[in-house]
């Protein structure tokens, strides 16, 4: 399975700088409903599911990169979602440095073992220092999105996707999308 396989250009979110504060619990709300709702779970759900778990430790791991994760036991299949803060947030990550990729992944409780090969492929993909810059400029969702296909070995850019009001307003102020 491709981490593309868990993504679309409409789960990934890029939070430009507005001049209003933005911390570590405002990102995990906006990476939460980037996943949006799922079959019985909520936004509210995904988030709470993503908090508790930053309350053992930061999933931040350095070197811009946050992969906050969570497992719902009524989730039926693993999600995620990716969250690009180019002017960074402060996570509390592992060297202190602030976070501008968030990879967030949200997988059913009784999917361990695919949750921690998720976990994996997000971190052999965001190894890359040149691979993460080009990510953080990316221009919009699409093109983040892209990045990620091509850089798993995928096919061709993912076609237009039509970008509906109640889809921007999901994402937030202050984020672009496709």
């Known amino acids: 399975m491709r981490l593309t396989d868990l993504l679309s250009p409409e789960r990934v979110g890029i939070k430009r700088a507005n001049g209003e504060p933005f ?4 990102a995990i709300k906006l990476l939460a409903s980037l996943v949006g709702p799922r079959d019985g779970v909520s936004v509210a759900d995904i ?8 309350q053992l430790q930061s999933t931040g791991i350095g070197e811009g990169v946050a992969i906050p994760h969570g497992a719902l036991p009524q989730l039926g299949e693993q ?3 990716l969250l690009i803060v180019p002017a960074g947030v402060d996570f509390q990550a592992i060297d202190d440095s602030p976070v501008s ?10 999917a361990t073992g695919e949750h921690l090969k998720t976990l994996a492929r997000v971190s052999r ?8 810059a080009r990510l953080v400029g990316s221009a ?7 990045l990620i296909r091509m850089e ?8 237009p996707s039509d970008a509906t009001a109640s889809d921007a307003a999901r994402r937030g102020d202050g984020t672009s999308g496709p």
């Open 23 to 26: 911390d570590k619990d405002k």
């Open 47 to 54: 988030e709470r599911a993503l908090l508790e778990r930053e």
């Open 79 to 81: 999600v995620a979602a």
């Open 101 to 110: 990729i968030l990879f967030g992944v949200i997988t059913p409780k009784r």
């Open 125 to 132: 993909l965001l190894r890359n220092k040149d691979f993460r």
């Open 140 to 146: 919009d969702s699409t093109a983040a999105y892209d």
């Open 152 to 159: 798993e070995g995928g096919g061709p850019p993912a076609p």
